[in-house]
């Protein structure tokens, strides 16, 4: 049972929004071993040391593009086909073990306003993951990697999700596991919500100005109307 002073805190951090923005990979969809072959793939075939789950978990969270452009001793063209050599692997093993996270789908199903993904994974693929996790008919937009000229953390793709919803920042809250799914949020002037149990570290969602934690899908419904 819950203290009264849990109850109070519970009170404080309740809002009611319009719409709700979801990361997809780490936050609706387990997809970590697919995303892990696909840049272990990758990074074998050029030769590179692959990842442990530590080290995927930490790149995913800081931006699997970032990885293959900092690539250190390539040429811009390796690191290009690095970067493509992942995605096309990605895109035949998208959903060999992906699936939804525990609540998703229910809580998905329960939430009566607006909702839309919004990833850096490019729309194609998005849209697949959705279709086959079931999650279409809950989502109303998705928002891909080649949705915008700028990817997340940049504020672009959830002010076109914004736009084309036409719903205000203030009335939209953005959650995310990574600490590129909080900034963007900021840098939009949404609600940032982090999760801890995806690819990014709650101490570094943190520091990057998450307002509210869930550590499961479900608690959704204890924050936000």
């Known amino acids: 049972m819950k203290t009264l002073e849990e109850d109070i805190r519970m009170e404080k951090i309740v809002r009611e929004v319009d719409l709700f923005i979801f990361d997809l ?3 609706l969809a387990d997809s970590k071993d697919d995303i ?3 840049i272990n793939h990758a990074l074998k075939s050029f030769g590179m040391k692959t990842l442990t789950d530590a080290e995927i978990r930490e ?3 800081n931006g699997i593009t970032r990885l293959f452009k900092n690539m250190t001793g390539k040429s811009e063209e390796e690191k ?3 970067i493509r050599t992942y995605i096309e692997y990605l895109e035949s093993h998208l959903l060999d073990t992906t699936a939804p996270f525990p609540g998703v789908i229910e809580t998905l199903s329960s939430i009566a306003k607006r909702k839309a993904v919004v990833t850096n994974k ?3 693929m998005a849209e697949r993951v959705v279709t086959a996790l079931g999650m279409a008919d809950h989502i109303d937009l998705i928002v ?3 949705s915008t000229p700028r990817m997340k953390p940049d504020p672009a793709p959830i002010h076109l999700a914004l736009e084309r919803l036409e719903v205000s920042p203030e009335r939209t809250v953005m959650v995310g596991d990574t600490v590129d799914d909080i900034l963007s949020a900021k840098a939009a002037g949404v609600i940032s919500c ?3 149990y995806g690819f990014g570290q709650r101490e570094d969602l943190k520091d990057a100005g998450a307002e ?3 550590d499961s899908f479900s608690d959704l419904r204890f924050h936000f109307l």
């Open 122 to 124: 490019l729309v194609r």
């Open 36 to 38: 892990k072959a696909a």
């Open 59 to 61: 790149v995913v969270g």
């Open 25 to 27: 990979d780490g936050t």
């Open 144 to 146: 891909g990697s080649d």
């Open 80 to 82: 290009y086909e690095t």
């Open 194 to 196: 982090g999760v801890s």
């Open 212 to 214: 509210i934690f869930i």
